[in-house]
């Protein structure tokens, strides 16, 4: 180096003017994260606006006579490769949506299928497509009764896309929303973290390296009712798809104006996913699930609620990972595994992999 | 994880802890140089547990964040041209050029893909023979080997359809800029380890004579970076200013010779101007001569761009480590992960986005 480096010219602030995607749709909209929050709150809510929307719940509730309220969902699926390990889009699209109804405590029923095929698809794909969306609607117990075709052009769809409705009753007396947590609730999840992002991520041949990881794609609803049967401590149910955890864990905690605060060293993650976060610089707070849940509970159900959970086998490595509090509202807090505290923030946009 | 839990182990981390507050007796100023180190302080929160006495502050080693103004927009110039596939590590996709950032010119039907490393691009340019493959060849000393192996690659393979838009960084020269300039408040460097993992630490002792500053090589793991603070604080106690290797376990005073050979072989030294900071003389590299043929910007006559800063970002002051995040008037509020304005607040490596993510800040909304 110059041993005649001059003083350092400086240029004072510098930075760029703001960008607002606001003109187009990026990827980040669709990530489950901020962007996409702020799409629905800014684009799709005014013009939709009514109660069951504005609630903001993986279902929307509505009742049709005096205790007879429905759970209503949708979802589409989009996943690339179509069959990945642990599942495939067809398990996908029927468990993806039979979970977001089962998170109002309802029981699902029925679902709706809508298939969007890109010319020149295998037939012998879409059959065993179907035949995994009749295994997986077989086991959560729901009937697919109505369903759409439409093809478009080689280019224009990515081989197959599935988008599934479903409904769902809620049984009297079950009160479960994104806004029921309460300070001193015990939040609860109901296994490992990741699995579903990570086993797809290496089923695209991104890691550059192999993983035993499978998706945990699958239908929760059994799972909801027996916690339910357990106990009548449930507030809050949620499934922490895109955005994982940490995301979902926002949403309700700007729902229920409370503050959730977890506990680093009790995160459930397994070990071989948790070595492909380090290595591409995820954090499997972030990570996308599709057989988990999310449940706060009164502290004094928790027990009994977890004891439920780890007698079903999609609930076994259920654990508590922190509690409800009430300031500071609508955050999440972590402590860490030194002992420190900091905040858990949504997802921004798309989750990108470190540079080095 | 073997050999990842141990150093995150919070009874060995509050021992160190514990021995920096019994060595301090005054106020002591320390930069970590590496963006990965400040995500990895605010993560765990080990600013939390340091003594008053000891303040860290946030160096300029974020590639994303000090890759200049004028090359961003001439990655977007490139990657919006029809028949060009722009491939770029993920990271920079959302950092704000003039007016619009990667994501917005995939938006807008330009072919951008993130890669996970130069070689994923080589192989997009061989599977692509028709189009031109662009990399964004950004980085600090780290990423300098991979990409310059690209350039190798390319050529000992024939592809002729391959090309790097070269803005490579070196770490020894911002810390001279940082240390000469009048305003100043660095006692202490915590050297980037990932950084020295290639380059050793032969290049810090002039720095550290020259200046009277010790420096210590430091890892990025809780209890790597308590050890290196531990050491800085035990020098600046002592009045010492040595070089010192607290990440012994990856980094060796001599570096990766291979590593360091092939960064020779294509690269060579140039001046280059850091988004926020300014010209640094020969702080850079760029390609040689003899490899022009893969320079994008040789290949691609984009028009001279006329980029456009807000005055309204603290990044440059960030950067240096004179302000710090959470004294932006606009932190939090008009700039967000989601809407940048400064590419501080959006690298996995950049101080604001680090702040933004891990540390409560009333931003008055």
């Given at each position: 180096m110059d041993e005649e480096q001059k003083t350092l010219d400086m240029e004072g602030a510098v930075c760029p003017l703001p960008l607002s995607h606001g003109d187009r749709i990026v990827m980040g909209h669709g990530s489950g994260g901020r962007l996409s929050h702020e799409l629905v709150e800014?684009?799709?809510?005014?013009?939709?606006?009514n109660p069951a929307l504005r609630a903001g719940d993986d279902a929307g509730v509505v009742q049709l006579a005096p205790g007879s309220r429905l759970a209503i969902s949708t979802d589409s699926h989009v996943v690339?490769?179509?069959?990945?390990p642990g599942g495939d889009i067809g398990r996908l699209a029927v468990c993806g949506t039979v979970n977001d109804v089962a998170m109002m405590g309802a029981t699902p029923l029925y679902l709706a299928a809508g298939f969007i095929l890109e010319e020149g698809l295998e037939a012998t794909i879409l059959q065993c497509v179907a035949a995994s969306m009749q295994a997986a609607a077989k086991e959560a117990g729901v009937s697919i009764v109505a369903g759409d075709t439409k093809v478009v052009q080689k280019?224009?769809?990515?081989g197959l896309y599935i988008t599934t409705t479903g409904v769902g009753v809620i049984p009297s007396g079950v009160n479960i929303g994104g806004a029921q947590a309460q300070p001193g609730d015990r939040v609860i999840v109901s296994g490992t973290l990741g699995d579903h992002g990570i086993a797809v991520l290496a089923a695209r041949g991104e890691l550059g390296f192999q993983t035993e990881i499978e998706s945990?794609?699958?239908?929760l609803n059994g799972l909801v009712s027996a916690m339910l049967s357990a106990s009548p401590g449930v507030h809050v149910l949620r499934d922490p798809t895109r955005g994982g955890l940490a995301t979902t864990l926002n949403e309700i905690a700007r729902q229920s104006n409370v503050c959730i605060l977890l506990d680093e060293n009790s995160l459930p993650v397994k070990p071989g996913v948790r070595a492909a976060c380090e290595m591409l610089g995820f954090d499997p707070l972030y990570v996308a699930n599709e057989g988990k849940l999310i449940a706060i509970v009164s502290p004094r159900e928790a027990q009994k609620v977890l004891d439920a959970m780890r007698a079903h086998r999609y609930g076994k490595d259920a654990v508590s990972v922190g509690e409800v509090q009430?300031?500071?509202?609508?955050r999440v807090l972590m402590k860490t595994a030194i002992g420190t505290t900091r905040v858990v923030d949504v997802l921004a946009g798309e989750m990108l992999p470190r540079i080095c | 994880m073997k050999h990842l839990s141990e150093y995150r182990d919070s009874e060995l981390v509050q021992g160190v802890l514990a021995e920096i507050r019994r060595t301090v007796t005054r106020a002591w100023v320390l930069m970590e140089i590496c963006g990965g180190q400040t995500h990895s302080i605010m993560r765990y929160g080990i600013d939390q547990l340091l003594p008053p006495e000891v303040e860290l502050v946030h160096g300029p080693g974020c590639p994303v964040c000090v890759t200049s103004l004028e090359l961003v927009d001439k990655a977007l110039a490139i990657a919006s041209l029809p028949g060009v596939i722009f491939t770029s590590y993920?990271?920079?996709?959302r950092v704000p050029g003039t007016g619009r950032d990667l994501f917005s010119v995939r938006a807008a039907g330009g072919d951008v893909r993130v890669v996970y490393s130069p070689l994923d691009a080589l192989k997009i340019a061989q599977q692509n023979p028709e189009k031109e493959v662009v990399f964004f060849?950004?980085?600090?000393?780290?990423?300098a080997p991979a990409n310059a192996m690209s350039v190798l690659q390319a050529r000992a393979l024939g592809i002729k359809n391959y090309s790097a838009l070269v803005s490579h960084v070196c770490v020894p020269p911002a810390m001279h800029a940082i240390l000469s300039s009048p305003q100043n408040r660095v006692q202490a460097f915590l050297a980037a380890g990932h950084v020295c993992s290639v380059?050793?630490?032969?290049?810090?002792p002039p720095i550290a004579e020259k200046y009277r500053v010790p420096v210590i090589v430091t890892g990025f793991e809780p209890l790597d970076l308590a050890q290196g603070i531990l050491m800085a604080v035990r020098q600046l106690e002592r009045g010492t200013y040595e070089v010192e290797n607290a990440y012994a376990r990856v980094v060796?005073?001599?570096?990766?010779l291979p590593a360091q050979g092939v960064i020779q072989q294509v690269f060579t030294t140039c001046d280059r101007k850091w988004r926020g900071i300014g010209m640094i003389p020969a702080s850079g590299w760029c390609l040689r001569p003899e490899f022009a043929e893969f320079n994008a910007e040789e290949r691609f006559s984009v028009r001279q761009i006329q980029p456009e800063e807000s005055p309204l970002c603290i990044a440059g002051q960030v950067l240096q480590g004179i302000?710090?995040?959470?004294?932006?008037?606009?932190?939090?509020?008009?700039?967000?992960?989601?809407?940048?304005?400064?590419a501080t607040m959006v690298s996995s490596e950049g101080a604001c986005a680090a702040y933004y993510r891990y540390v409560l800040i009333e931003t008055g909304q």
């Open positions: 800014h684009l799709f809510l005014p013009p939709f606006d690339t490769p179509l069959f990945f280019g224009r769809a990515d945990d794609v699958a239908p009430a300031v500071p509202s609508k | 993920g990271d920079m996709l060849a950004i980085g600090f000393e780290t990423t380059m050793g630490y032969w290049e810090y060796t005073r001599e570096g990766n302000k710090k995040p959470g004294d932006c008037p606009v932190f939090g509020t008009q700039c967000t992960p989601e809407r940048p304005l400064g």
